[in-house]
């Protein structure tokens, strides 16, 4: 694995590991009996961080599996066709 990404990888583990900090700290506000708008807030920056999440991925995959796969005919139609159901799914 080449060290770019290995930082990627890496990067997305860091970001990982910080969502779940996160849904911990909400469970314990949930427990807690915390107001509602301070849980809604950090609800809202869960969502935030997936979504910032989602597009590193994307990114990184954009970057390299499609690059390479387009150059392949039969891969870049199921590519395309991939990445268009994802895209949809994630304009939902």
Known sequence: MAAS???VRG???DRLS???GQVRGVKRM??????????????SAIA?????L???????HLGTCIEEAMSKRGER???LR????????MLR
């Open 11 to 13: 990067g997305v583990l």
């Open 18 to 20: 910080r969502i779940e």
């Open 5 to 7: 990404e290995m930082d």
């Open 54 to 60: 989602e597009r590193v991925i994307l990114e990184r």
């Open 77 to 79: 139609e199921r590519l």
């Open 82 to 89: 991939e990445l268009s159901e994802t895209l949809s799914g």
């Open 30 to 43: 949930v427990e807690e009996q915390r107001g509602c708008f301070d849980i809604l807030k950090q609800v």
């Open 48 to 52: 935030g961080a997936l979504r910032s």
